[in-house]
């Protein structure tokens, strides 16, 4: 049973018994007064009624998104994992939010070192101006592709080919995608 529907149906038990009192009452109390003072009475519970199925229509399909957005997001996770280059994320700041595995071994380091710095840290000082205007040219919104060496955590370099894409939400460009090959990987065209 999903987390809620036991709740859900003693709400709706609840409910009936509570319009069931109340015609029982105005039923059985003689009186005109009686009639008065428990029409406003049923006029809310059955608002309340209608209200309450409307709200758990809307928990019901926010519930039904959270469950598709976990399905999608895990999809794109596996996705990203699975490819054997290196796949990263960065943020509008230009620091990393995401980087697979393969990105991780190709620097030789966990991954949770490498969120939240900037693709600076990893690249050798004397390639930090293809860098730059690597990142100029997304913030203008195009791709480009380019060469350069990164450094690794054993302090050893490796010369790899990346090719970075602005990533747009709602039309405004809020980091970039990049693919990072390393280029004895890459076939000789």
Do not use: C, K
């Amino acid at each position: 049973m999903r987390p809620g529907q036991f709740e859900l149906r003693w709400a709706y038990v609840l409910f009936g018994l509570l319009i069931l009192d109340s015609f029982l009452v105005a039923l059985l109390v003689p009186r005109p007064a009686a009639y008065w003072v428990l029409l406003p009475l049923l006029g809310v519970q059955g608002l309340a009624f209608w209200l309450a199925q409307r709200v758990i229509r809307v928990v019901r399909g926010y519930r039904l998104l959270q469950e598709s957005y976990a399905q999608e997001l895990d999809f794109a996770r596996q996705v990203m994992e699975s490819v054997e280059h290196g796949l990263t994320v960065l943020d509008s700041s230009g620091r990393f939010v995401y980087v697979n595995r393969a990105y991780a071994a190709l620097l030789g380091r966990p991954a949770a070192e490498i969120v939240g710095r900037s693709p600076f840290d990893f690249t050798v000082a004397e390639d930090h101006t293809h860098l730059t205007q690597a990142r100029d040219a997304r913030r203008e919104g195009r791709s480009n592709t380019y060469r350069t060496r990164l450094r690794r955590a054993d302090g050893s370099e490796v010369e790899v080919q990346i090719t970075g894409t602005p990533r747009l939400h709602q039309g405004r460009m809020v980091g970039n995608f990049a693919a990072i090959v390393p280029v004895s990987q890459l076939s000789p065209n």
